[in-house]
């Protein structure tokens, strides 16, 4: 272009005004500002056109930042414009743009190509783009692109940010093939934030490696025609995904400038919030997640067929806390969780949970979620019988100290077994229930051999049998006689010192096989007991 040192631009460039200046600004280090001083008509997502006084050609944005003047001196050169209309297409494929990059408020007429770039540092703030195609790009810095409007798409893939990737209230439609945001294999080094966001159509996760934290706070993603509105399996999150609400009040987009950490926390209690909204299925398979899951606050609409799937993530806390579906399925199985933060009111009905292989070890209930409740919880999940379920909720409960409480699931469990046996196995399972609880009730077989020995004792009070042999039998005792029938194990010598006949017999039948069955019914449990199951 020109000679070292000189920084005039080539006469066969034929700059305009706008782009004069912008050319000095360059040099400068300072802002190029186009606006005309009407916020109605330098909104860049309005209706009002802009006149050639605000027109740059691509061609000289690119020569700029590929092969740009020298900066005056004393100065360094960046190209920082606001409110222009970048006409053609801006393409700086594979180029190298060492200058400090931004662009506010500005319109692109064609799409945006920087596909397997290097920059330090690039922000779009508040542009309409027809496109951003930035596969592999690659920036020692940040990417911001908060409160862009993009009609047709945008793609990361494989793009490596060096510090942060700001998508807060940035509006992307889907592109030819129903994605929105294409960012598979995509490495940040640190936050990726794209709190507020409006997506139309899938948002493609996979593969992604995120260095700190994946912030979806208030967003919005609708994909309602297609399978996912997110699509993120072997997702790396090294701290927290959040997928909450995010606070409307004091939002540091009110100003024009560009916050460094995005809209921030988790709102407190009385702020005015938008929460997170996911219109569509959502898969998360197989992730990785340093700290935690966080679904507070969040709402899921989905089709019949659509899923919000956790298969095999990893995490040391799911926050389950958003509202409960109305359709669709919540799909659990294999997922590996310390710590399980839920409420009754956000898990979906019968049918619409899986969580076959689900391994949580501590449950920590937030509001009203009894043991009725979380029962209720394990039977929507295991629509036809499953023991892990049951027997990874009594694990917890004993984890805890409520060994009660884990009795009375293992109980529920056998129950929920109960309906699948044949009808003899079935019956049977009734008359143990119902007499001693499969053994998790231990005390109800002590009354019932009680009130057995209280029948036994005053029917043979009244109809005491012949001695066996005369002359050989003990003194009669119907109470130790009696007890005598019913303990299978310990011999008192009174059960074969008489020969019990007609109605006694039967008697005497009844209260042997009773005690049978209670003896070892209760063996059992006490078996259960001493293994803590």
Known sequence: ?????????????????????????????????????????????????????????????????????????????????TGAYITDTLDVAGGTIKPFVELRDCRFEAEVVLPESHFTTLRLVNCAIPRLEAARLHTEGDLHLPRCVVQSGVRLTDAQIGTDLMLNQTIVHKDRQGRSVMADGLTVAQDLQAEMM????ELSLRGAT????????????CNPFGRRALNAPQLTVERTLYLTA?????????????PPYGIGQTPSRGTRVQRFECEGGMRLDDGRFGDAVDFENARFIMESDQELSLRRIQTPELRFLGERPQRGRVILSGARVVNLIDKSAS?????????????????????????????????????EYAPEPYEMLAAS?????????????????QRRRRETLPLAAKLWGILQDWTVAYGYRPGRAAVWMAVLWAIGTLYFSTSP???????????????????????????????AAW?????????????????????TTVAAGASRLLRRQ
């Open 210 to 221: 995120i260095g700190v934290s994946l912030s979806l706070r208030g967003s919005r993603l």
């Open 347 to 383: 898990w979906p009905g019968l049918g619409g949970l899986w969580m076959a292989g689900f391994a949580y070890e501590t449950l920590i209930p937030r509001g009203h979620f009894p043991l009725a409740l979380r029962l209720q919880w394990v039977a929507a999940a295991t629509p």
């Open 1 to 81: 272009m020109t000679e070292p040192g000189d920084g005039d631009a080539p006469a066969d460039l034929q700059l305009t005004s706008a782009e004069w200046s912008m050319w000095q600004a360059f040099r400068n280090g300072s802002t190029c500002d186009l606006h005309i001083g009407d916020p109605a008509r330098d909104d860049p997502h309005g209706q009002h056109l802009w006149g050639p006084e605000r027109r740059v050609r691509a061609r000289v944005v690119a020569l700029l930042l590929l092969d740009g003047p020298p900066p005056q001196p004393g100065r360094v050169a960046a190209l920082q414009l």
């Open 397 to 413: 409960l004993r984890s805890t100290g409520e060994d009660a409480d884990a009795r009375e699931v293992l109980l529920a469990k």
């Open 246 to 258: 995010a606070g409307l009040a004091n939002s540091p987009f009110s100003s024009s400038a560009t």
């Open 499 to 519: 020969k019990p006949g007609g109605t006694s017999q039967w008697v005497a039948a009844v209260l042997i096989l009773a005690g049978w069955v209670l003896a």
């Open 465 to 495: 049998p012949p001695p066996l042999k005369a002359g050989e039998a003990p003194p009669w005792n119907p109470y130790l006689y009696s007890l005598d029938l019913l303990l299978p194990v310990i011999d008192l010598n009174q059960g």
């Open 198 to 201: 409006e997506s139309y159509g």
